[in-house]
Each structure stands twice: as C-alpha cells, then as structure tokens.
C-alpha cells in the first residue's frame, strides 16, 4: 500500500513539472467564447486561440514570457501578466464598431459573374513558406462605379511531392498536411490595408486533396466592394487535427546558438506561389505579434529580406469571383 502510494504521489509530482494552463478567452458580455483570438508574447512571437477561445500556455513551455497580449476582431485588447494568467479571459466588445456592420443584405437584381483567375505555379523555389507569424494581403482596385459582391476568393497554393524528384508531376502522391488558415477583408486605406469589411471569423481548413486552389465561397457574408477597392488577407493558425480543430502546438523552433538561443518560426504547408507577371505591386505583408505592426509592401527597398524579391516575385496571385449588378 505504501509503494502504491509512493508511486502516485511521484506520478502527481513529474506530472506537475510538464502542467499545461488551459485558458478560455470569452465575450465579457455574452460569455461566449472568442474563437480565434491572437495571443501575442510581445517579442515577435505568438499563438492562436482555437474555435472555442482555448490556448494552451504555461512557463514550462515559454519560460521567457512574462507577458500576453489577447486581440481579436471587434474587441478592446487586453495585456495580462504570465504570472496572473487565469482560467478564463473576458474581452470587452467595441460595440459602437460592432453596430456599424450591415447584416443580411439582399439585393433583387440582376447580374453577371465575373472571374479573375488564380496565378497558379508548382515551383517550390517560387513560393512563400507561410509561418503564423505573417499576415499576406492582397489588393484589389475598383474600376468603376457598378454595385460589386463577392462571391469567392481564390488562393493559390502550392502541393509537395513525397517524393523530391517526382514533385513535378500531377499524379505523384503528394504530401499529407490539414493546416487551417484565416481571411479578413480589409477597406482600403491610402494605398494599405485599413478598418475590417467584416467582423465575421471566415476560417477555411486546406489539405492535399484542395488541388492547386482552394475555393472559399464568401456569399454569406456580404461583402461588397468599396469604390476604391479593398484588400483580402491571410494568415495560418496552424495544423489541424482529423476533425479541422485547431492544435496546440508550439509555432515556433528554439535553436541554440554561440549568441544564445534562436528562435525561428515553423513553417507550415501548403505554400504560397508568388508571381512575377502582375506589374504593381498587389502584395502587402504585417508580422502579427510585433506590437504596432505595421503593413509593409512587398516590394525591393521596403527593408523586407527575402529571396522571393530577389528573384522579382513581388505577388501573391489570388483569384476572386464576383456579382457585378445591373444598375436599376
């Protein structure tokens, strides 16, 4: 009896070395949870809050953070010491933005689709190694005055063979991955993304068998295209389970080096082709977790270092469907 006991009370003592906090982040008023917040630590690094406002956080796990930053779309932001983490976060809604979203909108006119299509490429060289840490955006301009919905958004994306010497071949078996991704829409605001279209949480979840795109179908949702054009972003939260939740996994990698330890994001599959054969410059990119992050044009001379540039592959060739309406 008494190794019986010895044994759970060391099982207890190793089993609260590796604890986990589970928190819930939740409307301060409806007490509903908040899906999908962002949990920044204040040093360019982060995580997400899953569909039903949990995350996964303890000191073992990121013994640097003494501090969480909580943010989420149409909420006040909320700064809580480590060490004061608790059960449960509640989230104070900006209601006087909340009151401004026009809901259910229903237009009896007639209209013609239209389509820009995707720029599609299987080049892994050519492509973007999405990290949650990355938000892309992508602008599109409205060239004239005629009522505009959208009705699908079109993101290229780029599959991995298993096999590295038959990746470019259609019918070779493809890498395995679930990874779940979010979209915002946002107005245009000089020249750079600005206020939200939309305070709707629209997630998709992508896996090998999407193809070369990935269709979202936005018609619920509303959005209509302002005069002078809007952006659409997004942004992985990471791998998904079976069933399309969210995991907690940690979304970074701690190297040690001469100087200290390292940390470098996890990239996380699909990937992103970019493209050369769009002349402006579309293409917007905001690292998340940096306090006052600011939208940076994906361009030579923007101070962003990447190959991509190098090789001027200066878009992210996303497609859109939309309602074009006759004028009454």
């Known amino acids: 009896m008494f190794k019986t006991q010895q044994l759970i009370l060391y099982l207890g003592i190793l089993y609260s070395g590796f604890a986990v906090s589970q928190t819930r982040i939740k409307d301060a008023q ?63 809604p900006y209601i006087d933005q909340l009151d401004e ?31 949650i840490e990355s938000e892309i955006a992508v602008f599109f301009n409205n060239t004239d005055s005629q009522l505009k919905q959208i009705s699908t958004v079109h993101f290229p994306i780029t599959l991995e063979s298993k096999d590295w010497k038959k990746r470019k071949r259609s019918n070779s078996n493809k890498r395995e991955f679930s990874t779940l991704f979010k979209v915002k829409f946002y107005k245009n605001n000089n020249g750079f993304p600005g206020e939200v279209l939309t305070y709707d949480n629209i997630v998709f979840v992508a896996t090998e ?34 069933t399309g939740k969210l995991l907690p996994n ?16 996890t990239n996380f599959r699909p ?19 940096l306090d006052n992050n600011k939208w940076v044009q994906f361009k030579k001379g ?16 996303v497609g859109l469907t939309y309602k074009v309406f006759k004028d009454e």
């Open 209 to 242: 068998k999407h193809g070369d795109a990935y269709e979202l179908d936005v018609s619920k949702h509303n959005l209509f295209i302002p005069k002078n054009g809007f952006f659409v972003s997004i942004q992985v939260l990471g791998y998904t389970d079976k």
């Open 30 to 92: 409806s007490k509903i949870p908040v899906a999908y917040a962002t949990v920044s630590f204040g040093n360019g690094h982060g995580i997400f809050a899953d569909d039903e406002g949990m995350f996964v956080f303890s000191k073992k796990l990121y013994p640097d953070v003494d501090s969480l930053f909580i943010s989420a779309l149409g909420y006040k932001d909320v700064s809580i010491a480590a060490s004061n983490l608790s059960e449960t976060i509640n989230l104070e």
């Open 302 to 317: 923007s101070g962003i270092e990447s190959s991509l540039l190098k090789s001027d592959l200066t878009n992210y060739g």
């Open 101 to 131: 979203v026009v809901i259910n909108v229903t237009i009896n006119r007639k209209f013609k689709e239209e389509t820009l299509k995707p720029y599609l490429d299987d080049d892994y060289y050519k492509c973007w190694l999405p990290t």
């Open 271 to 289: 990937l992103f082709p970019f493209t050369d054969e769009i002349e402006a410059h579309n293409t917007y990119i905001k690292r998340v977790f």
């Open 250 to 265: 940690k979304k970074y990698k701690e190297i040690k080096t001469a100087r200290g330890i390292v940390k470098i994001p």
